[in-house]
Nanobody, 125 residues
Framework: QVQLIDSGGGLVQAGGSLRLSCAAS????????MGWFRQAPRKEREFVAG????????AYADSVKARFTISRDNAKNTAYLQMNNLKFEDTAVYYC??????????????????WGKGTLVTVSS
């Protein structure tokens, strides 16, 4: 079983950047495809980005394409989400998650097996 600790959230002005990190312990991160999800107040948790075990393949929600970049460093057991040109509507709690499935499984919260506790990103307009 893997434990995930997500961090890096904070308050940023619109147009700014943040980098979220997801540190894994308990098992090697390379065992899992990874995903980032977010949940805004009164909304359902939604897919943001996913990355395959090797890091070769990635997927993004349309709303974040060309602004967010998911990556991973398996040697450091850490995954990242670089967020640029942040918008007010990006405000949410962001969660990293791991799945024993493929990259396709990261497209939905239902496909994930393990979750971090979340980190709050607040974008001021």
């Amino acid at each position: 079983q893997v434990q995930l600790i997500d961090s890096g959230g904070g308050l940023v002005q619109a147009g700014g950047s943040l980098r979220l990190s997801c540190a894994a312990s308990g098992r090697t991160l390379s065992t899992y495809a990874m995903g980032w999800f977010r949940q805004a107040p009164r909304k359902e948790r939604e897919f943001v980005a996913g990355i395959s075990r090797s890091g070769v393949s990635t997927a993004y929600a349309d709303s974040v394409k060309a602004r967010f970049t998911i990556s991973r460093d398996n040697a450091k057991n850490t995954a990242y989400l670089q967020m640029n040109n942040l918008k007010f509507e990006d405000t949410a709690v962001y969660y990293c998650a791991a799945t024993v499935g493929s990259l396709k499984a990261t497209l939905s919260p239902d496909g994930m097996n393990y979750w971090g506790k979340g980190t709050l990103v607040t974008v001021s307009s």
